[in-house]
């Protein structure tokens, strides 16, 4: 007998089996759903790729006789997909501090459905009216934003260190105007921090900037494919332009993406152009999912046929929502997003996608499609926002680094409340007005009215901020060498400072202790190297270069203000989280790596400065690093002096020793309560034996010295405290403040000197022999 045909319609035509009769349960279901769906989302369209609020808009474009774009059906499972990768986004943020890619299957979708409402536009000959959808698009966008920012701002200054205020403020701004991931790039903010309670409340911001850059550029470039496909007799039609065009996003992104991840991965993640790829991957699955559906036979809306391969389509859809769930787990993405890896929860998506309809009850976008996943999905947008504030405050006021199990489910239920709240009282009814659509202007004055807030509350937050930091830390006068000695003070670390102005730097300065100069370029680098070069008054009596990463660089300070009095030149070259070697083995690395022969070649420096060893924040364990070696020899084969350093003792981030001092002293507690509560002693943080006293060679032509900071200067005493000579000595968990790094200029000074005299014996040499 032969069988039933797949195109056999289901609507009351023929008696149906009970298969049929379920293919027809669900495609009136979604056809239900598409008719009253107007959820809100992420990508501030509807799922259907027009905006749930433009039948308006149609119905007026077809009264001045303008065809009108078909509706494909809705979507259900795409709706659901999106609720189930923000769901992943705050699993992974809460429990584990790993990237799930669920942020990325938000970018796919974001450019699917947006792709969706243009490309019909564009196909039918309507306007695409860009600075309409722009008012549209970030008129639902902004107010659910801007209440979130305003919230965190004063979460942030109920429970987080006083510190962070000023950052805060500026973060808060930049949310807002959509720059975030622009300001966490200039900042060189690890994403991947494993601390979430160190990282700023606003940080998930990049996200939403990146998305509403984005925002701004693609309906531009639809209306240059509109320009091309109407320009010549034999004009190709725009579906092609358009395919053509974000093919070749595609691979000028995804290019770029890869060697930018490579050279420098933590900045990469943050940058719009290394992810303008995971966008145009959505826009070309819209303009080719209406090809596949026709020829592996998927349901067509306008004529309601069942699928094709039922079975084999909602495994198609497992096997991507598998995918999803498995790509936080499996990948170890903190060194690879965003570059080809990040193929891996853009394909999963893609899968679902291709799965569409499979009238199985168990298949994935049946799942997908029910009640729990379509509230999450409609939430979503507002869950994103919510999440990591909500958790960047829990952690502060625990203290913990991590959520635990109990309190994760704790914060995760607050997160979807806030967000239904947000959601039904701000979202929804801002985007469902019917007041707001009848005059355009009105979006432009939800969207401004919006940034007004955030900008009245940072003016307001900002001053609060300041006036509560000066009055903690500026009683008592101007601070002198004798109020603020830092390293330089050799009496008892903890004796009666308490009467002398509060510590320097205040919470004021920090956010100025910033890296030194770009000098991107030189020295045959293509790297982000930094560099800084303070010359010697007249023909400098040395040079002294301070190369490596971050530990390095803090010390500039120190050499800077010792050079002025020994009439040196000092330099400092190198590149943050590499270290002074020729075979570091980081492939971020591995262009400054071969750059360094060019760097001492074009300085000729007499004394090279360096980081020999490494500590670690969970006690005292410390070892030298094995890549100094060939660094070491390219010194020697110079003839250049070394002073070789032990690096300095590294802390636990909740909260960092500036943070936990600063509240004591701020509170009107001394340096003696600060470092009880927020010092340790030196057995806790350094080993008994310094790792690199082994390199320390007499070599009189190349000498090599090795130092100790930490227990001359950082750790006077045996006891490591945060504060030392009236000056906090850290910023953060494991770097120096630039006032304490000033007061280890004389320090630094003896060091140079020594190493100096040690290679002048050589020449000293053959005249002693001629006498």
Not at 318 to 328: I, P
Not at 712 to 735: A, E, K, M, T
Request: aromatic share 8%; glycine share 8%.
């Amino acid at each position: 007998m032969a069988q039933p045909s797949s195109s056999t319609a289901v609507h009351g035509r023929r008696r149906s089996s009970p298969r049929d009769e379920e293919t027809e349960r669900l495609l009136a279901r979604d056809r239900s759903a598409a008719d009253r769906a107007e959820p809100s989302h992420h990508a501030a369209v509807d799922p259907q790729g027009d905006e749930p609020d433009g039948a308006r808009e149609r119905a007026g474009e077809q009264e001045r006789s303008r065809p009108a774009p078909a509706r494909p059906a809705f979507r259900t499972e795409l709706h659901g997909l999106r609720g189930l990768a923000v769901l992943l986004v705050a699993v992974y943020h809460v429990w584990f501090g790993r990237v799930s890619g669920g942020v990325d299957v938000f970018l796919f979708l974001s450019a699917f459905f947006l792709t969706g409402t243009f490309t019909r536009r564009a196909e039918t000959g309507q306007p695409l009216a860009i600075p309409r959808y722009w008012l549209r698009t970030f008129k639902r966008l902004m107010p659910p934003a801007a209440i979130v920012i305003v919230a965190t701002l004063a979460m942030s200054l109920a429970v987080l260190p006083a510190s962070s205020w000023t950052l805060l403020s500026r973060h808060a701004l930049a949310s807002a105007l959509y720059v975030q991931n622009i300001v966490l790039a200039a900042e060189a903010t690890d994403y991947y921090a494993h601390d979430a309670s160190a990282a700023s409340p606003f940080q998930h911001f990049w996200s939403l900037s990146v998305q509403g850059q984005v925002f701004l550029l693609w309906p531009v470039l639809f209306a240059l494919a509109g320009l091309l496909a109407t320009g010549g007799r034999r004009r190709p039609p725009v579906r092609t332009v358009l395919m053509i065009l974000f093919a070749v996003v595609l691979l000028a992104s995804l290019t770029w993406s890869i060697i930018d991840t490579e050279r420098a991965q933590s900045s990469a993640y943050f940058s719009t152009f290394a992810r303008l790829w995971e966008f145009a991957a959505g826009s070309l699955m819209a303009l080719l999912l209406p090809w596949w559906d026709r020829r592996t036979g998927g349901r067509r809306p306008e004529d309601d046929t069942a699928p094709l391969h039922p079975t084999g389509r909602a495994l198609l859809g497992w096997l991507g929502v598998a995918g999803l769930l498995s790509c936080g787990a499996v990948l170890q993405v903190s060194t690879a997003f965003p570059g080809w890896i990040a193929l891996w929860p853009l394909v999963s998506a893609a899968l679902v996608m291709a799965a569409g309809f499979s009238s199985r009850r168990w298949g994935a976008d049946a799942v997908l499609s029910r009640r729990p996943a379509r509230f999450l999905g409609d939430i979503s947008y507002a869950l994103y926002l919510v999440h990591w504030p909500l958790l960047v405050g829990w952690l502060a006021v625990r203290g913990g680094d991590r959520a635990g199990p109990l309190d994760g489910v704790v914060v995760l239920a607050a997160s979807i409340v806030l967000a239904w709240l947000l959601t039904r009282l701000v979202d929804t009814p801002i985007r469902r007005s019917p007041a707001l659509e009848r005059r355009w202007w009105r979006a432009g004055v939800v969207v401004a009215a919006s940034l007004a807030l955030v900008l009245a509350s940072s003016l307001v937050a900002f001053p609060a901020a300041r006036h509560v930091i000066e009055g903690g830390s500026s009683e008592g006068g101007a601070p002198t060498a004798s109020t603020h000695p830092g390293a330089r003070w050799t009496t008892d670390p903890l004796a009666d400072l308490s009467a002398s102005p509060a510590p320097l730097p205040d919470a004021l300065s920090i956010p100025q202790d910033l890296l030194p100069d770009s000098c991107t370029g030189r020295f045959g680098s293509a790297d982000a190297v930094y560099c800084r070069y303070q010359p010697a008054s007249g023909t400098p009596a040395a040079t002294i270069l301070l190369a490596g990463d971050s530990h390095a660089a803090q010390y500039a300070s120190a050499l800077m203000e010792e050079a002025s009095s020994h009439h040196w030149a000092v330099y400092y070259v190198g590149k943050m989280g590499c270290s002074f070697s020729t075979a570091s083995g980081n492939p971020g690395c591995a262009t400054i790596d071969a750059a360094w022969p060019t760097v001492l070649d074009s300085i000729k420096p007499d004394v090279v400065i360096t980081i020999g060893s490494r500590t670690t924040a969970s006690g005292p364990a410390e070892t030298a690093r094995p890549d100094l070696g060939g660094a070491l020899e390219l010194v020697r084969e110079r003839h250049i002096a070394a002073v070789v350093l032990r690096d300095n003792p590294r802390w636990s981030t909740s909260p960092s020793p500036y943070d936990c001092a600063f509240d004591v002293i701020r509170d009107g507690g001394t340096p003696a309560s600060a470092d009880a509560d927020c010092g340790a002693d030196l057995s806790a943080k350094a080993g008994a034996q310094d790792p690199i006293a082994s390199l320390a060679d007499d070599d009189p032509s190349a000498p090599v010295l090795v130092a100790d900071p930490t227990t001359d200067q950082l750790c006077p005493r045996d006891r490591c405290s945060p504060i030392v000579g009236n000056v906090f000595v850290y910023r953060d968990d494991n770097h120096l403040t630039t006032e304490f790094s000033r007061s280890m200029g004389p320090w630094f000074g003896a060091e140079v000197q020594s190493a100096l005299a040690a290679r002048d014996r050589v020449h000293a040499a053959p005249a002693a022999s001629d006498g």
